[in-house]
């Protein structure tokens, strides 16, 4: 499975901007970049994904480097809320389930 | 989207004896899997629940131990058989409603198991 690299934890102010990297630099051309998250004592839900576009939904942005082999998930203004485990994973339906890394723990300060 | 609910939320067990969690799932799913979250740790995939037939498991984990059993499309149960301490973490289920790279897979809220 192609493995991806993400710092182990973040901190962020309330209100700013959060930018989650992650680094898969042995991707392949069939595999979806994913992003979930898991809040405490819950399981985890997804985020975002894309294929080789940034992407935009209600729940954040996600910026695909030209070359694959990083990407950036982007809260435009993080909330209390949203402190939480994030994972960033590779997926294509060939393997047909998540196999998460250690994520990135987001604190969220006041 | 799919709804993922699990039975037990949590338990308290004592060694040597088994438990099984129930997950359904409020829609008919493709795929089903298993994986536990031990104490500070990232998920690690069991198996998957395979409608009909046996389980697939992952590497280091066997039948014997984690037997499970998916009667139809939206519901699976993980029995941990044997308990020890060192099974103490939290079990969930996931389901998964098709077969593209582009398929979200959803999770339930877990079961946090302690075996004393």
């Known amino acids: 499975d192609a493995k991806t690299t993400q710092p182990n934890s973040m901190e962020s102010n309330e209100e700013e901007p959060v930018h989650l990297p992650c680094n898969h630099s042995?991707?392949?051309?069939?595999?979806?970049i994913h992003w979930y998250r898991q809040l405490p004592s819950q399981g985890p839900e997804y985020v975002i994904h894309?294929?080789?576009s940034n992407v935009n939904n209600r729940m954040a942005s996600l910026a695909i480097a030209e070359d694959r082999k990083s990407s950036t998930l982007i809260l435009h203004r993080a909330t209390l809320r949203d402190a939480a485990v994030y994972y960033c994973i590779l997926y294509n339906n060939a393997g047909n389930m998540l196999t998460f890394g250690g994520g990135t723990r987001l604190m969220v300060k006041p | 989207s799919a709804v993922i609910s699990q039975k037990p939320s949590r338990d308290i067990c004592q060694r040597g004896t088994s438990l099984t969690i129930q997950c359904q799932v409020d829609s008919q799913v493709t795929m089903m899997f298993w994986y536990r979250q031990q104490p500070g740790q990232s998920l690690t995939l069991i198996a998957t629940?395979?409608?009909?037939?046996?389980?697939?498991?992952e590497s280091g984990f066997v039948i014997d131990k984690f037997p499970i059993s998916r009667p139809n499309l939206t519901f699976s149960t993980l029995t941990v058989s044997n308990m020890s301490p060192e099974d103490s973490s939290i079990y969930l289920c996931s389901a998964l409603g098709g077969a593209s790279s582009t398929d979200t897979q959803y999770f339930g809220p877990g079961t946090r198991l302690t075996v004393l």
């Open positions: 042995t991707i392949s051309g069939t595999d979806y």
């Open positions: 894309g294929l080789t």
């Open positions: 629940a395979n409608q009909g037939s046996e389980a697939t498991y």
